[in-house]
């Protein structure tokens, strides 16, 4: 059987599948990411889902480690205090202060320490063996986020320009021809009411949602090489499949670190956005 | 809305219909997540290490204050050091002149020992030629009676000595000289010669 046979009847597989027939390599697809653990209702979806049993570990386990880690603080830190430290420093210093300004961001590292830590705990959870489900994967977690991203700048920001009105027409910079006006204005609109939050929650969901279901690919596309292949080529083909997969894990862990930050750097640019006094 | 939309996914699983529609359940735990984080971090986290980020601050300020304070008493050290240099300086300038006036007073002192030494040599000296010549001339007083008793025999004749013998005539006149009696030029030369 010749390579392109092969790779012939895993389309026909996959179509098959697809179409709830058996046989074929199961094409991995967004199904695979749907786990109810608890169902809460028999007849319906309603169930605790893996993402948020993982969710819901990763908020306790982070509020646990950084509350006990800063009970008691030294000025010359200890281990888990310099971890503690390095990461806090990192988001308040380099994502918060710098690009919110010194003056306004004491009150949004909370927000942005939440967000930060928690994306990047539930990203890396994506390659932590036994775990192994990158949370974000799920798009009702981010747009739980975004929504609160987005909320949070819309409120600083009508509070800052004193009113929804004032809010709306800083939205157009100043000394503009009046014909540019209108113009702008629908753009700036939909860029700050409609593309940020949308872009800011598939960026992220998108990003985690293809690199794993890529591992997948190739972690199942291998398996299924090596145990169904009919020849050496073919299981081999898998073996490479598998190792490939372990450096995708690496990529994915920079991916990881790279989207949690980006998602933060995003939430404090759009806060700074609201909080400075011009557009 | 939630509801209706979870009740169209079938067994298969929630998102086969829909990828892109958010699950209600999954939206709700993720938000009460994030709202447990959130206020442990807000209550608890940020303030603690914000207040360790001022302590910290403090510590810093402090230690700069306390350098500050360090250096100072370096300076303040340095300054007494540098005048107790001068001083030592000075005191050793002075201590230097004292030693050299000593030294002086030392060479003066050995040297008016000396010549004292000298003197009294030179007086020891001139004692011993005194005795000596004394005794030349007890010697010359009896080689010149001798000589000049020899001489006067000679001249007068044999007889005389022993009337120069009797009568004591070469003491006499010695004697005479010495008292003074008889001008001495008489005699000196004959003394000196001898």
Not at chain 1, 169 to 184: A, D, N, Y
Not at chain 1, 240 to 249: D, E
Not at chain 2, 165 to 182: M, N, S, T
Request: proline share 5%.
């Amino acid at each position: 059987m010749s390579p392109t046979v092969v790779s012939a009847s895993w389309l026909s597989g996959a179509v098959v599948t697809a179409e709830g027939g058996e046989g074929g390599f199961p094409t991995p697809g967004v199904a695979d990411f749907w786990w109810p653990v608890v169902p809460f209702h028999s007849d319906s979806a309603w169930a605790l889902t893996r993402p948020a049993l993982v969710m819901l570990i990763s908020a306790l386990v982070l509020g646990w480690f950084y509350v006990s880690a800063t009970r008691k603080l030294s000025v010359v830190p200890s281990k888990n205090q310099f971890l503690v430290e390095g990461s806090y420093n990192f988001v308040r210093n380099t994502i918060g202060r710098d690009i919110i300004g010194s003056k306004d961001f004491l009150q949004f590292v909370p927000l942005l320490l939440t967000l930060f830590t928690l994306l990047l705990v539930n990203n890396v959870f994506g390659i932590v063996p036994f775990i192994q489900f990158p949370t974000m994967s799920r798009v009702g977690i981010p747009i739980v986020l975004t929504l609160i991203v987005y909320i949070t700048y819309h409120t600083v920001a009508i509070r800052r320009k004193h009113g929804i009105l004032p809010y709306f027409k800083s939205l157009v910079p100043p000394g503009l021809p009046g014909w540019l006006k209108p113009i702008l204005f629908v753009l700036e609109f939909l860029t700050y009411f409609v593309i940020r939050p949308l872009t800011l929650a598939l960026r992220l969901f998108g990003n985690m949602l293809a690199g794993h279901l890529m591992l997948l690919v190739f972690i199942v596309g291998g398996e299924y090489l090596l145990l169904e292949g009919s020849n050496l080529f073919l299981q081999a083909s898998g073996v490479l499949s598998f190792a490939f997969s372990i450096f995708m894990t690496f990529f994915e862990l920079l991916i990881e670190f790279l989207q949690a930050f980006i998602f933060t750097l995003l939430a404090a640019l759009y806060i700074s956005d609201a909080v400075s006094e011009h557009h | 809305m939630f509801n209706a939309s979870v009740a169209t996914a079938d067994g298969v699983g929630y998102p086969s219909g829909f990828p892109l529609l958010p699950h209600p359940a999954e939206m709700i735990i993720g938000l009460i997540s994030f709202a447990i984080l959130y206020w442990l971090f807000k209550t608890k986290v940020v303030p603690r290490l914000e207040e360790l980020y001022t302590e910290r601050a403090a510590a810093i300020e402090g230690g700069m204050e306390q350098a500050e304070q360090a250096q100072a008493e370096a300076r303040a050290a340095l300054e007494q050091y540098t005048a107790q240099l001068a001083e030592a300086r000075a005191e050793a300038n002075g201590i230097r002149e004292a030693a050299r006036e000593q030294g002086a007073q030392i060479v003066a002192e050995m040297r008016s020992r000396a010549q004292a030494e000298a003197a009294r040599i030179t007086e020891s000296a001139k004692r011993q030629v005194e005795a000596e010549r004394q005794q030349a001339v007890v010697s010359l007083r009896q080689e010149v009676g001798t000589l000049s008793t020899a001489l006067a025999s000679k001249i007068v004749g044999e007889s005389l000595e022993d009337e120069v013998r009797q009568k004591g005539i070469v003491d006499r006149f010695l004697a005479e000289l010495e008292a003074g009696e008889v001008t001495p030029e008489k005699v000196t030369p004959a003394g000196t010669d001898a």
